[in-house]
């Protein structure tokens, strides 16, 4: 049975004004991605997150994941609450996307909206080309909006994209006019159903094809070029809240240049918050790395500079 607070939801949904955008973004905040004593596949965790901080210094962004529908668990509000480490959920539901529209799932959207501490930051289905189509994207993504910034208006709601889909050549994200549902116009959420906008991107150099063997700035990337021209006009931040350069040609280059030069490239495009994958060979490591990455400790300053750059 629909209980009256739900039906006083979905007429609000229905009826009442926008919802209210959360708190400003800030200027700069830098995070990580890790795992407890970075040993691959050893779960994200509060600790983890700690712990990185001591190699890269006072990280503010935490991101966590679920794939089901589940509450942000406890490890990761304690995270946000004591220790300052902003939350990041990325969530999926149970229900298809599809069904997500339908409002089959709003009780689940609910529960996780409600259970958010304020001026933290939700995404439904990040990275979602792999998943659905654009069409189908926006339209589970704008109820996702609307149900959670109506139960919790201090959460910034934020869709999250992926870099591989967003390569010239992709079946997933197409430009070429012939319609359907996967041009770039179909995936933008529209701004009133977005507190920001982010951007999962890779860069490793056996994937590079005929591009530089060393690693680049993320705006020599044409995959970022793609999305970026597709989103700086929403009047949205911007994000980029997964990021991970592995040089695994030859002599391994510093990733330093690249992170430095990216640092100047985001910054100069309203990019409000950057987050290092720092796991597996994307590892940033100085002293010890887990297996497949390498030593890299001026790749390690340069993302210490970004960090102490960061304002909040």
Request: aromatic share 10%; glycine share 8%.
């Amino acid at each position: 049975m629909i209980g009256a607070s739900h039906v006083a939801l979905l007429l609000a949904i229905a009826a009442g004004p926008a919802p209210v955008q959360a708190a400003a973004l800030p200027t700069l905040a830098v995070g990580a991605t890790t795992s407890a004593a970075d040993v691959v596949g050893s779960g994200n965790t509060c600790a983890g997150f700690l712990d990185e901080r001591t190699h890269l210094g006072n990280l503010g962004i935490r991101r966590v994941f679920a794939s089901a529908g589940q509450l942000p668990p406890a490890d990761a509000l304690t995270c946000h609450n004591t220790y300052g480490a902003t939350l990041w959920y990325s969530f999926k539901t149970s229900c298809t996307p599809t069904a997500v529209a339908a409002g089959t799932c709003d009780s689940e959207i609910q529960n996780i909206a409600a259970a958010m501490p304020a001026d933290s930051y939700l995404t439904y289905n990040h990275e979602p080309e792999n998943d659905m189509t654009g069409v189908q994207f926006v339209a589970a993504f704008q109820r996702v909006y609307a149900i959670a910034k109506t139960v919790n208006p201090n959460v910034n709601v934020v869709p999250i994209y992926m870099s591989y889909q967003w390569r010239s050549g992709s079946t997933r994200v197409t430009n070429n006019g012939t319609g359907g549902d996967n041009e770039i116009r179909d995936w933008i959420v529209p701004a009133a159903s977005a507190d920001a906008y982010g951007f999962d991107l890779y860069w490793q150099a056996s994937t590079r094809g005929s591009e530089p063997d060393d690693p680049v700035s993320v705006g020599a990337d044409p995959r970022m070029i793609r999305w970026y021209n597709a989103f700086s006009t929403q009047g949205r931040p911007l994000t980029l809240p997964e990021w991970g350069i592995d040089d695994d040609q030859g002599t391994r280059a510093s990733r330093g240049p690249a992170i430095r030069a990216s640092r100047t490239w985001l910054t100069a495009r309203n990019f409000r918050i950057i987050s290092y994958w720092q796991l597996d060979n994307w590892y940033l490591g100085a002293t010890s790395v887990p297996a497949g990455s390498y030593l890299d400790p001026d790749g390690v300053a340069a993302y210490q500079e970004l960090v102490a750059a960061a304002v909040p």
